[in-house]
């Protein structure tokens, strides 16, 4: 699709609106210096990019569009950036720094109520700018490991901020690695809200976010090391149909080659069928790729569900759930990796998919507002975008096999809000009882 230059087409970009991009045009000569010709055609080039990618997704994105846009020409296109990954890419760099430098400003400003103000104002910066928000949370990852690379630099400068901000409210002692795990969970709510582009809300929910992140304090004491699980012996059980026999190999090839590089002949190879059998089953490889997510989310809440409600109380049911999930996804590491890394460039359908079952463990969580009725409405939702963000960066750094250690932290992170630091800890550090 290439955007029309209509008013009601018009993108907001942190470079202008798209219906300016092509009078803002300058040509060399005529006093005007080539390097301020070579800014305008850059800047012009963002601006496309972040309007068309935030509107048709990367992977339907074309250098075709982008010039069409923003009338520079397809051999400038090509002196400025190899490809349109790496127009993205410097894109989300050129953004980055000025909003960085904006909070900087806000929490100077803002005196001992600094971590609230930057809070709401990171908030407000991406509902007002959602196009180029959506391209850094969303968009990026689709551009494959330069884009991780740069997502994750991003993320290491707003840590830096959140934990110096965080060891300026009164009577906390420093934890980063607490704070790593919230703003993982902030940038989890705000990733969620940006693909279903229900980025407005995000300001209505910033004083709710705020009770949420003071009402999780450090634990009292550090939790012990759970009991390392066997990987299971002898082959893996890959289906009992042709379609699950595919849905593992899907989640196989992706683990194994990243999901832009998969072709629908890799996943008959890795299921040992034919490409008509697989065609017989499936449309296309994203086709397969939906199925999969959705295959391996019933799978998981059909052993995580019933474990806990067979716990003694509700909050050993959390902690049960957790495990269940972990040992799920330790026990299925291509599924983990596809669940929880690769599926951040599959689009907004995967994205939906996957979802469901950070919505249902959300729902799981009702019980906690009779404990705390004055637990703020996001707590639930907050909660379980964070466990979420915990067992992602588990699967990235350590391996799905690894996924038991972070039991009972994701455990402490979720009641906490429900039932302050002392009862989630003695939660958190013990294993559930059984009726």
């Not at 939790?223 to 390392?228: A, L, M």
């Not at 716990?311 to 269940?324: D, F, I, N």
């Not at 906690?368 to 915990?390: F, H, I, K, Q, S």
Request: with cysteine.
């Amino acid at each position: 699709m290439v955007l029309k230059e209509e008013p009601d087409a018009t993108v907001i970009t942190p470079w202008g609106q798209t219906s300016e991009l092509r009078m803002r045009k300058l040509s060399p000569g005529r006093g005007i210096p080539r390097a301020e010709v070579i800014r305008n055609q850059r800047e012009r080039l963002f601006a496309a990019i972040v309007a068309v990618a935030s509107e048709n997704g990367f992977e339907a994105t074309t250098v075709a569009q982008l010039i069409e846009v923003c009338g520079v020409s397809r051999s400038d296109f090509y002196k400025h950036f190899a490809n349109k990954a790496d127009c993205l890419i410097q894109a989300v760099e050129a953004i980055s720094e000025p909003t960085l430098q904006e909070l900087q400003r806000v929490r100077e400003a803002a005196g001992k109520d600094a971590p609230e103000a930057v809070l709401l104002r990171f908030l407000e910066l991406v509902a007002a700018q959602p196009a180029a928000a959506r391209i850094c949370f969303v968009e990026l990852y689709a551009t494959g490991k330069g884009g991780e690379l740069v997502a994750d630099g991003c993320f290491r400068s707003l840590l830096r901020l959140a934990t110096e901000l965080i060891g300026e409210l009164p009577n906390r002692r420093p934890a980063p690695e607490l704070a790593e795990v919230l703003l993982g969970g902030i940038s989890k709510i705000v990733h969620t809200r940006l693909y279903r582009r229900e980025e407005k809300e995000l300001p209505k929910l910033g004083n709710e976010l705020w009770t949420w992140l003071t009402s999780v304090r450090p634990p009292p004491a550090a939790f012990g090391t759970p009991r390392r699980q066997r990987a299971p012996a002898g082959p893996r059980f890959t289906g009992y149909t042709p379609a699950e026999r595919i849905a593992h190999a899907v989640a196989s090839v992706v683990s194994e080659r990243g999901l832009g590089a998969m072709q629908t002949s890799d996943i008959a190879a890795k299921a040992e069928i034919s490409l008509s059998t697989f065609y017989e089953h499936f449309t296309d490889k994203t086709d397969a790729v939906l199925a999969t997510i959705e295959m391996s989310g019933a799978q998981m809440m059909a052993s995580a569900v019933p474990a806990a409600r067979r716990a003694a109380s509700w909050e050993m049911g959390v902690k049960a759930l957790y495990e269940a999930m972990c040992a799920y996804f330790a026990g299925e590491p291509a599924m983990a990796q596809l669940a929880a890394v690769g599926i951040y460039g599959a689009g907004p359908d995967a994205l939906a998919r996957r979802d469901r079952v950070i919505d249902s463990l959300a729902e799981m969580l009702a019980p906690g507002y009779e404990e705390n009725p004055d637990a703020p409405a996001v707590t639930a939702e907050a909660a379980a975008a964070t466990a979420y963000a915990l067992i992602r960066e588990q699967v990235r750094r350590k391996g799905p096999q690894s996924l038991p250690a972070i039991v009972p932290l994701a455990t402490y992170i979720t009641l906490v809000g429900f039932v302050g630091p002392d009862r989630a800890y003695a939660v958190a550090g013990n294993p559930p009882r059984r009726h």
